[in-house]
C-alpha cells in the first residue's frame, strides 16, 4: 500500500469546489429551519392543544428517526404521489438540492425548536414575576426579559447542533448533490485512493468546525458579558 | 398491502440487523467513552492531548465520511497487507457490518467521552476519599464507586448518545449493510412504491427509538431510586 | 400616626387560596390604610408570602375580595396591570434582570409601562438610584453588585414606579448578616416619607421601629394584628408567644 500524503494536498484544491454546496446547504437549512423552530415553538407554548399538538407529533417523528431515511422518504419517497407532481411545489422536489434542503430544514426546525425550548424553560421563574410585579405586559415579557436570557442560554446546545448541521449536509451526497462528501466520493471512485482522498476532506470538516465554534465562541461571550465580567 | 406482506420478512431481518450492529456498537461505544474519561482526567499530558484529538475529530467529521474512511481504507490496509503474505491476493474486503459498527462505535465514543468526563467530576470526591480510606484499590474504587456514581450523572446524556448510535446505523447501509434501508431500496425497485418502503423504515426507526426512550426513562427513575423521599 | 379617619387603600375580605388540596390562605381579613406600615410574621409556611402575593395578584385567590385603591382585582387583565402599576413589590431573591445594567433595571418598566422618554427614564432612574445610595453602581451588571446593593437596585426599580403601596417579600433573608442594616436603612428611610408598606420580615428590631401594626400569621391564618407596642409587650395568643420566644 502506499499512502500519498501529497495527494491529500493535492486533492484540497480540487475539494474545495464542494464547499460552496456545503455551505450553502447549511446556512439555508439552518436559516429556515431556525425560522420553523421558531414557529413550532410558539405553537407548543400557546396553550391551544390544536396547535401544540401537531408539533409533538413533528418533533417526535424527525427526532426519532435517522436524516438520512428523512432524506430518502422525500426525494425517493413523495414521487409516488401524482398530487405531488402535479403541485406547485414539484419544481423543487424534483431537484436533490430542493429535497435536501426540506429535508435537512425539518430536521433542523425539530432540534431547534427543542433547543430554544430549552433556554425559555432555563430563565428563573422569579424574574416572570418581577415583570408582571412591574406592571409589563406579556409580550413585554417575552421579549424584553424572557428572551435575551433564553437565548444566551440556548446558545451552546444551538452552536453543537449547527455543527450537527454541518456534518449532516454531507448526506445529501448519497442524492447526488456534489457537496464536499459527494466530490470527495467522485476523485475516490477515479483515483481508487479513499485514505488520501476521505481524510483530506475531513480535513476541510474539521476546520470548518473549527470556526463554527469559535464563531459561536464569540457571540455567546459577547451575548454573556454580564455574567463574565463579574467572575474576571 | 399485499406488497408489504410480501416484504415483512425481509424487513424483519434487516430490524435484526440493526439491532445487532446498535448492540454490538454500543458495547464498543461506552468502553471508549470510558477510556476516553479516564484519559482525559488522567494527570498524563500524552493521555489528555490523545483524548482531546479523538474527541475532536470523531465530533467535527461527517458521521458518513467516518463510515466510508473505515470501510474503504480497512479494505486497501487489509488487502495490501495480503499482498505481502500472498503477492496474488485480489482483494480483502472487511465486512460492512464491522466496519460501520466500529466506525460508530467511535463518533458514539467520542460523545460519550465527554458526558462521562463531566459526570466523573461531578462525583464527590469526599466519597472517593471514604472509599480509598476503607482499603479499596484503585481499580474497585472506579468500578464499584466511581463508576457507579458516574452513570446516574450520565445518564440523561447518554440516553442522547443512544438514540444518535441507533440512528447512525442507518449510514451502514451506505456502505452495503444489508439492513432496512437496503430492504427499502429493494422493495422500491420491485414494487415501484418509494414512499411506502422509505416510511416503513422511518416507523420502524421510530419505533426502536420510542422504546430506548422509554427504557432509559425507567432507569432514570431505577437509578435515581436513593434519593427518592430525601427532598 | 394612626390615620385612622383615612381610607383603607388595601382590603382583604375573606381571602383563601388553595395550591391542590393543601389550603394556604384561610378566610383572610386584612386592611391597610394610606401610609400604614404594616409588617407581617410568622413561621415559614404560613401564607405570609401567599397573602401579599395575592395582592398584585402574582398568585390567584380562590375565594373572598380583594381591592387595591378601590379597584375589585379580578382576572380582567385591565385591573389587574393597574393595580401592578399602583403596587411594588420587593423579592426575596432580588430578581433583577441579569442582562440589563443596574440603570436599566429601572429604566425598562419606565419605558414600556409608563412610556417616558428614554432620556427623561434616565434621570428619574438616577434620582432613584441616589435615594437609594448607589448612584456610582448605575452602569453595572447585577452580577457584578453585593447581595446587599442588588436589593436597593430591586428596591429602587419598584419605587421608581411612583407606586402607592409597597410590598416585602423578606427583603433581607437571602442577605449575609453586614448587608441587612443597607436595606433595612433604605426601607426605614421610606417608611419616614409616609410611604404605605407590607414588610414580610423576621427583622424584629425593624418592626418595632418602623411598623404601626403588626400581623402574626400561622397556618394560612391571621392569628393576631396588633398595633406594635401592643403586639410585643401583650401577645394574645399562645402561638405568638411561642414564636417570639423562639425569634426574640
Redesign the interface.
Given at each position: 500500500m502506499t499512502f500519498d500524503i501529497y495527494l491529500i494536498f493535492d486533492s484540497i484544491p480540487k475539494m474545495l469546489a464542494g464547499i460552496g454546496m456545503t455551505l450553502h446547504l447549511l446556512f439555508l437549512s439552518s436559516f429556515l429551519g431556525l425560522i420553523l423552530g421558531i414557529i413550532i415553538l410558539l405553537m407548543r407554548i400557546s396553550g391551544r392543544w390544536y396547535l401544540s399538538f401537531p408539533t409533538f407529533a413533528y418533533i417526535y417523528f424527525f427526532r426519532g428517526t435517522p436524516i438520512l431515511v428523512q432524506i430518502f422518504v422525500i426525494y425517493h419517497g413523495l414521487p409516488q404521489f401524482e398530487a405531488i407532481r402535479d403541485s406547485v411545489f414539484w419544481p423543487i422536489l424534483r431537484e436533490p438540492f430542493g429535497c435536501a434542503i426540506l429535508a435537512l430544514t425539518l430536521n433542523s426546525g425539530a432540534y431547534v425548536s427543542e433547543i430554544l425550548r430549552g433556554g425559555y424553560l432555563g430563565v428563573d421563574k422569579g424574574l416572570h414575576e418581577a415583570g408582571k410585579a412591574l406592571g409589563l405586559s406579556t409580550p413585554h415579557r417575552f421579549i424584553y426579559v424572557t428572551t435575551p436570557i433564553a437565548v444566551r442560554l440556548a446558545i451552546p446546545a444551538y452552536s453543537n447542533d449547527f455543527i450537527s448541521m454541518l456534518k449532516a449536509t454531507s448526506l445529501a451526497s448519497t442524492i447526488t448533490l456534489l457537496e464536499m462528501t459527494g466530490v470527495a466520493r467522485t476523485i475516490v471512485a477515479q483515483t481508487f485512493a479513499p485514505y488520501e482522498i476521505f481524510i483530506a476532506a475531513a480535513i476541510i470538516y474539521l476546520v470548518m468546525t473549527w470556526f463554527l465554534q469559535r464563531g459561536f465562541g464569540l457571540f455567546e461571550k459577547r451575548m454573556s458579558r454580564y455574567i463574565k465580567l463579574s467572575e474576571a | 398491502m399485499s406488497d408489504l406482506i410480501a416484504w415483512s420478512d425481509d424487513y424483519f431481518w434487516g430490524a435484526m440487523v440493526v439491532l445487532k450492529i446498535f448492540a454490538v456498537s454500543l458495547v464498543m461505544a461506552v468502553a471508549f467513552g470510558l477510556i476516553g474519561a479516564t484519559a482525559k482526567l488522567s494527570k498524563s499530558s500524552i493521555a489528555n492531548k490523545i483524548a482531546s484529538a479523538y474527541t475532536i475529530v470523531f465530533r467535527g467529521v461527517p458521521e458518513l465520511l467516518v463510515i466510508l474512511i473505515f470501510y474503504y481504507g480497512s479494505a486497501i490496509t487489509l488487502t495490501s497487507i495480503g499482498r505481502v503474505f500472498y503477492p496474488q491476493t485480489q482483494f480483502i474486503d472487511i465486512a460492512p457490518f464491522w466496519a460501520g459498527a466500529f466506525a460508530i462505535a467511535l463518533i458514539v465514543g467520542s460523545y460519550a467521552t465527554e458526558t462521562f468526563r463531566g459526570a466523573f467530576l461531578g462525583v464527590d470526591p469526599g466519597i472517593v476519599e471514604a472509599a480509598r480510606a476503607l482499603g479499596l484499590s484503585n481499580l474497585h474504587t472506579f468500578f464499584y464507586v466511581r463508576v457507579p456514581q458516574m452513570w446516574r450523572l450520565a445518564l440523561p446524556s447518554f440516553g442522547n448518545h443512544m438514540l444518535s448510535l441507533m440512528k447512525d446505523t442507518a449510514l451502514i447501509s451506505i456502505i452495503g449493510l444489508e439492513e432496512i434501508v437496503y430492504v427499502a431500496e429493494m422493495a422500491t425497485a420491485v414494487t415501484l412504491k418509494p414512499f411506502t418502503m422509505y416510511m416503513i423504515v422511518a416507523l420502524i426507526y421510530l419505533s426502536i427509538t420510542t422504546v430506548i426512550t422509554l427504557v432509559m426513562m425507567a432507569l432514570e427513575k431505577h437509578s435515581n431510586r436513593h434519593l427518592e423521599g430525601a427532598l | 400616626m394612626n390615620e385612622s379617619d383615612q381610607k383603607p387603600i388595601i382590603i382583604l375580605e375573606d381571602v383563601c387560596k388553595f395550591f391542590g388540596d393543601f389550603q394556604a390562605l384561610r378566610n383572610i381579613n386584612l386592611q391597610v390604610k394610606k401610609g400604614e406600615r404594616v409588617v407581617v410574621c410568622g413561621p415559614s409556611g404560613s401564607g405570609k408570602s401567599t397573602m401579599i402575593r395575592c395582592i398584585?395578584r402574582?398568585e390567584e385567590h380562590d375565594s373572598g375580595k380583594i381591592f387595591v385603591d378601590g379597584r375589585e382585582l379580578t382576572s380582567a387583565v385591565k385591573d389587574i396591570?393597574a393595580v401592578?402599576?399602583e403596587?411594588?413589590?420587593v423579592?426575596q431573591?432580588f430578581?433583577?434582570?441579569?442582562?440589563?445594567?443596574a440603570i436599566n433595571n429601572l429604566m425598562?418598566?419606565l419605558k414600556?409601562?409608563r412610556k417616558t422618554k428614554k432620556s427623561e427614564a434616565r434621570e428619574i432612574a438616577m434620582r432613584f438610584l441616589e435615594r437609594v445610595h448607589i448612584p456610582e453602581q448605575a452602569d453595572k451588571?447585577?452580577?457584578?453588585l453585593s447581595g446587599g446593593q442588588q436589593q436597593r437596585v430591586?428596591i429602587a426599580?419598584?419605587l421608581c414606579?411612583n407606586p402607592e403601596v409597597m410590598l416585602f417579600d423578606e427583603p433581607t433573608s437571602a442577605l449575609d448578616p453586614e448587608m441587612i442594616s443597607e436595606v433595612l436603612d433604605v426601607m426605614t428611610d421610606l417608611a419616614n416619607e409616609g410611604m404605605t408598606m407590607i414588610v414580610i420580615t423576621h427583622e424584629m428590631g425593624f418592626a418595632r421601629n418602623v411598623a404601626d401594626n403588626i400581623v402574626f400569621m400561622d397556618c394560612g391564618q391571621i392569628v393576631e394584628m396588633k398595633p406594635t407596642d401592643e403586639f410585643f409587650e401583650n401577645p394574645e395568643s399562645e402561638r405568638t408567644k411561642l414564636f417570639l420566644e423562639q425569634i426574640l
Open positions: - | - | 398584585n402574582l396591570d401592578r402599576r403596587v411594588g413589590m423579592f431573591s430578581n433583577l434582570f441579569p442582562h440589563l445594567t425598562l418598566a414600556l409601562v451588571y447585577p452580577s457584578q430591586a426599580r419598584a414606579m
